[in-house]
């Protein structure tokens, strides 16, 4: 059944959801098969190693960027019209943003898609986070938390009523993503040799930078098709938990590609888990740890829609397509862990409750 006839048959905002419902799938298998963690690779990074949670998080970035760019160049795939390029992006909330949701996966011992990966693998500490993040997310979209969210996203957006396209921006050729992701793969690979990474966790490492891919692929092709203009967007969990949240909640809600994602990497998560035999109930240690994770999934959240996207959303799925504002809440979220970290190491050493 081709793309029309498909279309024709469920309509388009079911056939979005289905699309969301494969990218997820395929992201939630590889991220649990490969552990991918942006929160791991900071911590280690920041600790001054560069081990195998660094090569899995640079594998992920490069397959994303190496397929989402190679796509354009053939013609097969159009992000200029995106969500995230076709409207201003925020300078001020991709650094605030990024630096808020940098500290709280650090306290939540996880970002948003590896909680939501995590969750669907039997741990609780993850559901409980989890929904928190969801409900902040929600009240930072539409509800309390929204007028401060929409006051530092004003104080600095970009110019020309438009994201910056970095590659643009610098004069450079469209090759020069390509390129880019190249390199990064070859640094990725080098460092997963020295680290002894197995090749089935490099496999399913690129698996998630593929997703991203894929969910770029398919909503393009489905606005092409589509009779009323449909979102160009991929891997994103700020926006599609909030969503997928209220659509349970509201009868009047519709189903959209965002409706689609949370439960594709639920299931996919979760068959990935029983099948490596890795279902494991798991709770909170103790007091310290829960509150810790519920402060953090509560930055995480506001964070998260501050700065435009997730550690995914802004991290993988913006980083692909060279958006301006997704590179800088990436590296605000850097930094923003890093810090994070290094101010828990520096209360469990001095023995101050953190």
Request: aromatic residues 10%; glycine residues 14%; contains cysteine.
């Given at each position: 059944?081709?793309?029309v006839?498909l279309?024709?048959?469920?309509?388009?905002?079911?056939?979005?959801?289905?699309?969301?419902?494969?990218?997820?799938?395929?992201?939630?298998i590889?991220?649990?098969?490969?552990?991918?963690?942006?929160?791991?690779?900071?911590?280690?990074?920041?600790?001054?190693?560069?081990?195998?949670?660094?090569?899995?998080?640079?594998?992920?970035?490069?397959?994303?960027?190496?397929?989402?760019?190679?796509?354009?160049?053939?013609?097969?795939?159009?992000?200029?019209e995106?969500?995230m390029?076709?409207?201003?992006?925020?300078?001020?909330?991709?650094?605030?943003?990024?630096?808020i949701?940098?500290?709280?996966?650090?306290?939540?011992?996880?970002?948003?898609g590896?909680?939501?990966?995590l969750?669907?693998?039997?741990?609780?500490?993850?559901?409980v986070?989890?929904?928190?993040?969801?409900?902040?997310?929600?009240?930072?979209?539409?509800?309390?938390?929204?007028?401060?969210?929409?006051?530092?996203?004003?104080?600095?957006?970009?110019?020309?009523?438009r994201?910056?396209?970095?590659?643009?921006?610098m004069?450079?050729?469209?090759?020069?993503?390509?390129?880019?992701?190249?390199?990064?793969?070859v640094?990725?690979l080098?460092?997963?040799?020295?680290?002894?990474?197995?090749?089935?966790?490099?496999?399913f490492?690129?698996?998630?930078?593929?997703a991203a891919?894929?969910?770029?692929?398919?909503?393009?092709?489905?606005?092409?098709?589509?009779?009323d203009p449909?979102?160009?967007?991929?891997?994103?969990?700020?926006?599609?938990?909030?969503?997928?949240?209220?659509?349970?909640?509201?009868?009047n809600?519709?189903?959209?590609?965002?409706i689609?994602?949370?439960?594709?990497?639920?299931?996919?998560?979760?068959?990935a888990?029983?099948?490596?035999?890795e279902?494991?109930?798991?709770?909170?240690?103790?007091?310290?740890?829960?509150?810790?994770?519920m402060?953090?999934?509560?930055?995480?959240?506001?964070?998260?829609?501050?700065?435009?996207?997730?550690?995914?959303?802004?991290?993988?799925s913006?980083?692909?397509?060279?958006?301006?504002?997704?590179?800088?809440?990436l590296?605000?979220?850097?930094?923003?862990?890093?810090?994070?970290?290094?101010?828990?190491?520096?209360?469990?050493?001095h023995?101050?409750?953190?």
């Amino acid at each position: 059944m081709d793309l029309v006839a498909l279309v024709e048959r469920l309509g388009e905002n079911p056939t979005a959801a289905v699309f969301g419902l494969i990218t997820g799938i395929i992201f939630g298998i590889a991220a649990q098969r490969s552990r991918f963690c942006l929160r791991a690779a900071v911590v280690e990074f920041g600790r001054g190693s560069m081990n195998d949670k660094v090569a899995v998080w640079l594998l992920t970035f490069s397959t994303a960027v190496v397929w989402v760019q190679g796509a354009q160049l053939l013609g097969l795939i159009d992000t200029t019209e995106a969500r995230m390029m076709a409207v201003p992006g925020s300078w001020s909330g991709a650094v605030i943003g990024g630096l808020i949701f940098g500290g709280g996966m650090v306290l939540a011992r996880g970002c948003s898609g590896r909680l939501l990966v995590l969750a669907a693998t039997g741990n609780l500490r993850s559901v409980v986070s989890g929904l928190i993040f969801a409900v902040v997310a929600q009240m930072s979209l539409t509800g309390w938390l929204a007028p401060i969210r929409d006051y530092l996203a004003a104080l600095w957006i970009t110019s020309g009523g438009r994201n910056m396209d970095l590659l643009a921006a610098m004069h450079l050729p469209q090759e020069a993503g390509l390129i880019l992701g190249g390199l990064t793969a070859v640094l990725a690979l080098e460092l997963s040799r020295r680290n002894q990474i197995g090749l089935r966790r490099l496999v399913f490492a690129s698996g998630v930078g593929f997703a991203a891919a894929v969910g770029w692929a398919l909503t393009y092709a489905l606005s092409q098709v589509a009779f009323d203009p449909v979102q160009i967007e991929s891997l994103t969990f700020t926006g599609p938990s909030a969503n997928t949240l209220m659509f349970f909640l509201d009868r009047n809600a519709i189903l959209e590609f965002d409706i689609g994602l949370v439960p594709g990497v639920v299931l996919g998560s979760f068959a990935a888990a029983l099948v490596t035999k890795e279902f494991q109930f798991q709770g909170f240690e103790g007091p310290s740890p829960m509150r810790q994770a519920m402060i953090g999934a509560v930055l995480m959240g506001f964070g998260g829609m501050l700065a435009g996207g997730c550690a995914i959303g802004a991290g993988v799925s913006g980083g692909s397509i060279f958006a301006g504002t997704a590179w800088l809440a990436l590296f605000c979220m850097w930094i923003g862990g890093i810090a994070m970290d290094f101010f828990l190491r520096n209360v469990q050493t001095h023995r101050i409750p953190a």
